[in-house]
């Protein structure tokens, strides 16, 4: 009779390590300027971990810089926009894109400001099946319109904002931060950034 061949051993996925995730090169930490690697450790120590975003800008520290400090003036700087209604804004312009790193990462946000994963997910999907209030609905329009079509915006856009409760301040930030996603969301799909795994489960 003949013996029964063993079944092979079923070996552990390969987990692709966040340094293999990134298309370009990149430094090692201590090639970088003490600058960028006090952020660095602050990120490491705030959050677990380095964002694949920053160390992809990290091979020109000017850039990293200038794109730091706007991320940081529009999503976190004084403004009529909350923090969630900012990251919703970022995720509704990464669905459009298809942006697989933004809608990651932001869809996180999304989750963890607002204790809501359901909500999340909504607006990675389909922010128009959400249960959003009027304000932020007409917001999230505006921001769908200049994502797909930014060459039909008219006046009338701006005043359907105006009626909904936002400031021609709020409309400037809202419209910033559209353009500020949509700039990034081409640079993550032109060298296929790829989220850190840490995103995934994040505040499910």
């Given at each position: 009779?003949?013996?029964?061949?063993?079944?092979?051993?079923?070996?552990?996925?390969?987990?692709?390590t966040?340094?293999?995730?990134?298309k370009?090169?990149?430094?090692?930490?201590?090639?970088?300027?003490?600058?960028?690697?006090?952020?660095?450790?602050?990120?490491?120590e705030k959050?677990?971990?380095?964002?694949?975003?920053?160390?992809?800008?990290s091979?020109?520290?000017?850039?990293?810089?200038?794109?730091?400090?706007?991320?940081?003036?529009?999503?976190?700087?004084?403004?009529?926009?909350?923090?969630?209604?900012?990251?919703?804004?970022?995720?509704?312009?990464?669905?459009?894109?298809?942006?697989?790193?933004?809608?990651?990462?932001h869809?996180?946000?999304?989750?963890?400001i607002?204790?809501?994963?359901?909500?999340?997910?909504l607006?990675?999907?389909?922010?128009?099946?959400?249960?959003?209030?009027?304000?932020?609905?007409?917001?999230l329009?505006?921001?769908?319109?200049?994502?797909?079509?930014?060459?039909?915006?008219?006046?009338?856009?701006?005043?359907?904002?105006?009626?909904?409760?936002?400031?021609?301040?709020?409309?400037?930030?809202?419209?910033a931060?559209?353009?500020f996603?949509?700039?990034?969301?081409?640079?993550?799909?032109?060298?296929?950034?790829?989220?850190?795994?840490?995103?995934?489960?994040?505040?499910?």
């Amino acid at each position: 009779m003949a013996k029964a061949k063993a079944a092979p051993k079923k070996t552990a996925p390969k987990k692709t390590t966040r340094a293999h995730a990134l298309k370009i090169p990149v430094p090692a930490r201590d090639k970088l300027d003490p600058a960028t690697q006090a952020y660095f450790a602050k990120c490491d120590e705030k959050i677990g971990f380095v964002p694949n975003v920053l160390l992809s800008y990290s091979f020109d520290q000017k850039k990293l810089r200038a794109f730091s400090e706007m991320y940081n003036e529009l999503m976190l700087g004084e403004s009529g926009l909350s923090k969630l209604e900012r990251e919703m804004i970022a995720v509704v312009v990464s669905s459009i894109n298809h942006c697989f790193y933004c809608l990651t990462a932001h869809g996180a946000a999304v989750r963890q400001i607002s204790g809501d994963p359901k909500l999340g997910e909504l607006m990675v999907m389909n922010y128009r099946a959400a249960d959003l209030a009027p304000k932020i609905r007409a917001a999230l329009d505006f921001v769908a319109k200049l994502t797909e079509t930014p060459a039909k915006m008219v006046e009338a856009d701006r005043e359907a904002l105006r009626k909904a409760g936002w400031s021609d301040r709020d409309i400037w930030d809202i419209a910033a931060t559209v353009s500020f996603y949509n700039m990034s969301n081409r640079m993550a799909a032109a060298i296929e950034m790829q989220p850190n795994d840490e995103y995934h489960g994040a505040f499910r």
